[in-house]
Structure formats: structure tokens, C-alpha cells
């Protein structure tokens, strides 16, 4: 996983390409800094209820998220935990998930660095 650059900057490229506003972008990473915080919470809550399908559902709503925006790393991790809660292995998902805010904040500055306010 840590193979993985942390962010690929082609996806929010593309849509400046297609002729997005470059407030556009910045809307995408207030949004994402804004919303990912809570989705985290609502992970760890579904992983302390031991709910296997909410934790599988939020880390995939998340792995989504953080795909669209080229966060390659952050989303594998989601990815992980996502797999894990669907096997039913959620004895190895609090490892994952303790790594989460970490990721979150290397991707928030990737994101704040390769795309900066105006």
C-alpha cells in the first residue's frame, strides 16, 4: 500500500481539461476535508457496533470518494478495510482504521500542494 503514490493529480486535471472551473477544484477539496472527517467517525462508529455490512458500506462510500479525487493511497486503505468487513475479519480492521486520520491529513496536504487556493 505504501507503493501507492499518495495522490495521482490526473483525475482533478481532467475535469480542468474539460473546462471546469479551477473553483470547481478548490469546492472538491473543501468538500473532501470537510465531509471525509465525518465519514470517518461513521466508520469508527459502525466498527465499535462490530456491524460488518456498515463498516464494509462506509469504507466503500469512502473509497469512492477518495478515488474520484486521485487519492490513491488513502483509498486502498478504505479499500482494505472494506475488505476486510466483507470477509467478516473485523478483528483486523482497528489496525486499519488507527492508520485512517494519518492518511487523511498526507492526503488533504498532496491535494492543498499540487492544487492551491487562489
Known sequence: MNDLP??????LR???DMGAAPELVQ???TLFEEDVPLRLAMLKTALAA?????TMMDAH??????????????????????????????????ALVEALPA????ARL???A?????
Open 61 to 94: 462510500q469512502l473509497r469512492g470518494a477518495l478515488g474520484n479525487l486521485g487519492l490513491l493511497r488513502f483509498a486502498e486503505l478504505a479499500a482494505g478495510i472494506e475488505t476486510f468487513a466483507r470477509e467478516g475479519h473485523l478483528e483486523r480492521v482497528p
Open 103 to 106: 492518511a487523511y491529513e498526507e
Open 114 to 118: 499540487c492544487y492551491p487556493p487562489a
Open 50 to 54: 462490530l456491524d460488518a455490512r456498515q
Open 6 to 11: 499518495v495522490l495521482d493529480p490526473q483525475p
Open 27 to 29: 469546492e472538491l477539496i
Open 110 to 112: 498532496a491535494l492543498r
Open 14 to 16: 481532467d475535469l480542468l
